[in-house]
């Protein structure tokens, strides 16, 4: 079986900054993209930032210049540096992997979700 756990999640002020965590666990043979979605109220699931396994990245227009993705593949975990945040930040934030358990057996995975408010 195969988890993804984020961590990082909170209330913070706007102009503030954040910091997200993915780790997988499991049984893993490889990753290959990671990458965080995000979901508002009444809106759908949209993508934040991805990341290759070999570390070319990409972000939405809403976040570029604010946010950096990176990831450490010895531990297969993944991280969303969030700063300078605004309300419209404001949303559950979540993982996503694709993840090869065996050469075979490939599939995408997600986190539970982890929410980001950002008020006054």
């Known amino acids: 079986q195969v988890q993804l756990v984020e961590s990082g999640g909170g209330l913070v002020q706007p102009g503030g900054s954040l910091r997200l965590s993915c780790a997988a666990s499991?049984?893993?043979?490889?990753?290959?993209?990671m990458g965080w979605y995000r979901q508002a109220p009444g809106k759908q699931r949209e993508l934040v930032a991805g990341i290759t396994s070999g570390g070319s990245t990409n972000y939405a227009d809403s976040v570029k210049g604010r946010f950096t993705i990176s990831r450490d593949n010895a531990n297969n975990t993944v991280y969303l540096q969030m700063n300078s945040l605004k309300p419209e930040d404001t949303a559950v934030y979540y993982c996503?992997?694709?993840?090869?358990?065996?050469?075979?057996?490939?599939?995408?995975?997600w986190g539970q979700g982890t929410q980001v408010t950002v008020s006054s």
């Open positions: 996503n992997a694709d993840i090869l358990r065996s050469a075979w057996a490939r599939r995408d995975y």
């Open positions: 499991g049984s893993i043979f490889s990753i290959n993209a």
